[in-house]
């Protein structure tokens, strides 16, 4: 038996596999329904399927974008299954995302931090970034700590704040809306001067790769040995199974929600500040682009598991470029890339229970 | 012996003792949890009219013997007949449509719903007459004796009282076979004396009673048979079970154990506790000076209460429940605070310590609701006896897993819990020996000097509460103070030195703990002043 | 033969959202049909943020020409175009922050059409009330309503104008109910800019008996509730980019559009209008031509 | 002049707040079964676009309103077999149920009405109550059409099932204690589906409101958050009936008071304003009124 599974305790290793094939078969058969209604779309299947190829794997620029994404949607979703290790739903990823967003562009536009050296103009952006949103979840974990408030609506209530906060910002010109040059000035923020823009890999447009991809390694690492070997991973684990009991046991149950809700916002934050640094440049109203919703939605599926949400992320991230690509050179409808999501989010949900079933 | 004969003197096929069909036969059943055979083998007759009382250790498979009767599972070998007829019920709906009924070891009550609605569960799905359903229950509760106040919020009532209310949900359904999984286990003497008479009223109607329970007495009292289970299998089965009851322990346990014929509920008696010398003269191990606590909603729950518990020394805290009991330990345990005055222990005060500085001051708690307030059923045997001292396996926050593991081998050996391995889920544990994991933790709390058992046998089998105190004394023994909470007057007599009574929150009276005050102690928790 | 011409085309929103996305899909179509099998056509539409740059580059690497449909996409734009230097973009709806050698902003202009629009609104209220429905608060759709305000104003100096902001071009229940409150307090015209949103107004009106109008698209004649039509520009900006790269005349820069460039890129078509009004608008559009009406950007 | 804005005020904040009281009712009680149906904004997407079909086809809105319920009886078994029989998380499924539905109803309108359709769709028409709807300031609340007075007939029939029948107790503790249910005989499975469906039909109103009563057509994804909006409002009633009228209520009225504002003079940036219900809620669920207690069951999945 393996150290690792000492803590909650896990399946034996039949159900391991089954974790891995069902949610595999589950995509499959998503994936086999949504060709299934792209030849009675009338498109042709070679063609769909080809242009599906090409955009997610089809070249360095693709691949590339495709990481990126899941990066960020990963970072939600290590966040999520942080928080819920502690018995804690996150629902606020979108929030989160939003809030890194807006301190992390705000910091980028400090004057002086594009010239600050070592890289810290990038650096303290993000940190900025992660700090806010580890605030933002923090607020949740506050309430639930003190007022008993239930997670899972106080995040979800602080993501919609926050995205109309986010609105709110770059309506503003007291706020972060750039000078207004003339009245047509669009709603956004400046573009970030290039020394804060987060580092591509290769340095090269072609294969964009952000700084983002190590960062999420490193956190993913982080997140596996902490939540299997740490003390702080076994403080979770208590503080979800059994509250009174881990209070009784010494362990700060409200602080430990409370850093749970803060390292989960915080990664969501991080993930904000690498949208805006790594790709989009300027903040505009909804650049959280949904991902928060998606990581989420990965961070659920994966049960607990980091690497589940490692392939969770990828799996969405490539099948978003994919999506997009068959759109464009196939014209499969973009309203049937969501039903194809859609789709595997549920028979991913589904197949659940046959894991469940044999770990019962 | 005995047991290997797997039937007593008197024993014969089933059924067969007394020449009545029987109304509920199981033949050849058996139950698996995966690969865990909880139950093998399994041939048992209910007849009408009789009490059959199931026996065995704690996870010897009585509750999932019930739990195939009444549909929770269904059996994975074997048969069943109700009445003659082939009976294999696909859910508790079907059972007690079939006139099976079940009061289940842990209540299966609404907390948030009233009496009332909560006897009305289950049953017709329009609109509802309550105020005609609670004269019925007052007629039937004159019939059994048993009286509610159907408007009352179970959450808000007494433990005793929910159990009536799960037994009079039984008997409103009328039912041909009534299992009762432990029902005694949390009733004071006079409500098991009612429950044992609802027992044989019912059966006299012509019922089958099967009654799970640990408690020799009530078998002495009620039992017509017996069947002992012991890992999943029959081991013995006696139809005259009050001349064999020695012979039934042994099946149970596989061992023999001495017992006291005096102790009215039959707990096996320990040879009376001679308090060894104080080590030190008179040094408290623990104090409560004036604690009162006073409820949410500004009831008084703790008046006032001052006691000290030397070191050596077990003081018995008797009372009914609900008398404050439960207050004082979760203050105790740091889990609540007192609304006025102090309390020490090891010297230092710990009124507004957290439970982390309790546990610190070398305070050890067994608390009553194990399930709630001990453990983490979740996780693994091994980290539930380091629950509160994980930190000394910790390298820069990382856990030494391999040293962690080693030490509770060693706790597991030491303490006599049997479990496959440290590795093992905490809830796959029988209550036994979840028990006495708990009890191993806090008995190895550093520099212990006082802990606090309460209802620390509660739902043990004889094996296990001998096991459980034997912990307890070796402690007391070694210079620990020990407030032993129990409604088990007998075994705080044969357990503890002194004994104090509770009363509605205060403290009503002090005595010995000796055999001849068991009268003035039981008049005291009945609120009659001495 | 000439290998035909390539077209990306981005349209951030719906392609069916009955305002400005669907203007410039209408655009597309037109030029399709123009140009036939001249011109091949890859679209992506309801594109978030996140999204955008990838869309942008997998179109810039197919096609000779891209598209962003709106000022949202103007961000990317700029960031994709300089790895693409032989591929043209054209922002419609790019404001003047456009100065790359391969990137041409057009300028849509609502604010000057809205003014015309109010007027028109001015001449035909009855109850000497109109009103203007705007979707998100921003400054284009701000200042466009306001001009509104002021060119009914222009007209009728006691009208009463009542502006509000649903905060969602696409949310109906809000328009409607944002389009009720005006009528309540005695508007009988309504201008909006709207997409999605325009069906709840157009409820509301057909309701309570008033009449709206439109503000993309002219559909005079085919909807009662109409009375007249301003024209934004969008699918001809759209079919504007095409044109010139078929011509090889494509240009670079910013370029505004509105009034100056014609009645294809912004007009005001009253259904059924009398002399008097054609001439008065004809007037108000010529005094904002030569500046002597002065109005707010966007 | 201010009387006739409180006449249009309360008239917007009923039509605003209907939708919300059909599907924060079906969502009340599903919730209270225990079982979190994060797919009601795609039910009720997936009942407004029903209805506008099936009144569009056979031009009458009262085959609309069948057709929308018909439609989401599916999804609401989907959303019951994944949560009550394969146990898949209920946020999970929700949110998948959301993405698809988005996608099948933008694809199923572009396909019937063609992508560039303005097509008007046959609706119902606000009656009014003789009498009542002539009263001053408060008549527009009584023209409204008549699926408004379903509504609070409906919500009135759940406050009695609740609180007076056995089915109402059933209900009730499946969200509490499933398993304590289950023992008691009751069947908790079909409960809890029962409750989904209910919440399917209530949402399927609730949508076709939106469509075939409000607005006379369909738009993409026209629900644009109301069934989110719904449960919010079940959480800020605190899982009591009349508590969550009242919430539907408030944030219809917050709502309706965007557009009276500007009239009114008063200058609040919008974000702001639309921020509301939200801000309200939270501030609710924040302790500001009581400890909000939910189902002590409520997500969890129930295994025999
Ligand atoms: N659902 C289950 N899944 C797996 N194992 C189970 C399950 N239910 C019971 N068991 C195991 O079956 C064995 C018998 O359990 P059971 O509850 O019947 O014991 P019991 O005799 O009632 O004990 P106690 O006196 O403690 O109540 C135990 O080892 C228990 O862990
Ligand atoms: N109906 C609409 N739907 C969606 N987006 C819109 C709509 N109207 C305007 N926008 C967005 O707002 C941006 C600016 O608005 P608009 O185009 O009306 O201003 P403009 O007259 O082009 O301003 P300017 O003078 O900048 O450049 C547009 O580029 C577009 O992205
Ligand atoms: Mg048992
Ligand atoms: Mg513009």
Redesign the pocket.
Known sequence: MSVASLSPSRPPLPASILRLLFPLGAVLAAFAVGMAVVVIMGVPLDKALFAFWRGAFGNAYAISASLNRAVALALVGVGFVIANRAGLTNVGGEGQIAVGGIASTALCLTPGMASLPLGLAFIIPMIGGALAGGMWGALAGLLRARAGANEVITTLLLSFIAIWLLYWSVQSESLLRQPMTNSATLPESLLIPDPTKAPLLTGSYASPVTIGLPILAVVAVIAALALRRSLFGFQLSAVGLNPVAAARAGIAVGSTMVVALFIAGALGGLAGALMLQGEQYSLKAGFSSGYGFDGLVVGLLARGSIVGVIAGALLFGFMRSGGISMEMAASVPSALVGILQGLIVLMIAGAAYYVDREA? | MIAEAGMLASDAAPGKGRGVTPLLAMTGVG?R??A?E??ADVDIAFLPGEVHCLL????????????LIFGI?APSAGEMTLAGAPYRPAGPRDALSRGVAMVH?HFSLINELPVIDNLLLGGRLGRLDRKGEGRRLESLAQEFGLTLDPAALVGDLSVGQRQRVEIVKCLMKRPRVLIL??PTAVLLPDEIQSLLAVCRQVAGAGCAVVL?T?KLAEIERVADRVTV?HR?RIAARSDHPADEIDALVQAMIQRPVARDGEAASGVLALPKRQRPTPLVEAEEAMQLDGVSFLDRLGVRRLDDITLSVDRGEIVGVAGVEGNGQSELGAILAGLMRASAGRWFAGGRELTEASPRAITAAGVGIVPEDRHAVAVVSGLSLADNLFLNRMRQFARLGLIDRPRQRALAAEYIRRFDVRAEGPLIRFG?????NQQKAVLARELTTPDLRFLLAAQPTR???IGAVEAVYRLIRDAADGGVGVLLVSSELDELIAVADRIVVFYRGRIVGERRADPANRRTIGALMSGQAA | AESPLTVGILIPGSKSDKGWMESGYNGLVAAEKKYGDKIVVQMIENINYGDMGQALTQLASNNALVIGVGGQTQADVLKVAPHFPNVKFSIVGGNAGVQLPNVAGYDVKQAEIAFVAGAAAAMLSKTGAVSYVGGMEIPSIVNAGKEFGLGAHYINPNIKYFESYTGDFDDVAKSKEATLAAIAQGADVHYHILNLGLRGMEQAAKEKGTHIIGSYTDYCGTDPLYLAYSITGVGFQVQYAIDQAMGGTWAPGYKPFGLAAGPDASEMAVCGETPEMKAKLDEIIKDILSGKIKVLEG | MTAELIAVFLGSTIRLAVPLLFAATGELVSERAGVVNMSLEGMMLMGAFAGAVGAALTGSPMLGLAAAILAVLPIAFVQAGLTNVLRANQIVTGIGINILVLGLTTLGYRQMFGERSRATIPGFDAWSTPLLSNLPVIGPLFQQIWLAWLGLAIICAVAYVLACTGLGISIRAAGEDPQAVAKSGANVTAVRHGAIIFTGVMAALGGAFLSIGDIHTFTEGMTNGAGYLAIVAVIFGNWRLWRTVFACLLFGAATALQFQLPALGVQIPNALLIMMPYLLAFLAVAGLVGRQTAPRALAQPFWP
């Open positions: 019962r | 139950k949890f995966g865990f909880a139950l065995g250790e704690n996870g010897a498979g009585k509750s999932t013997l019930c739990n599972h070891q999984d432990e799970v640990h289970l999943g796959s544990l029988s209550g036994g739902g043990l089998d």
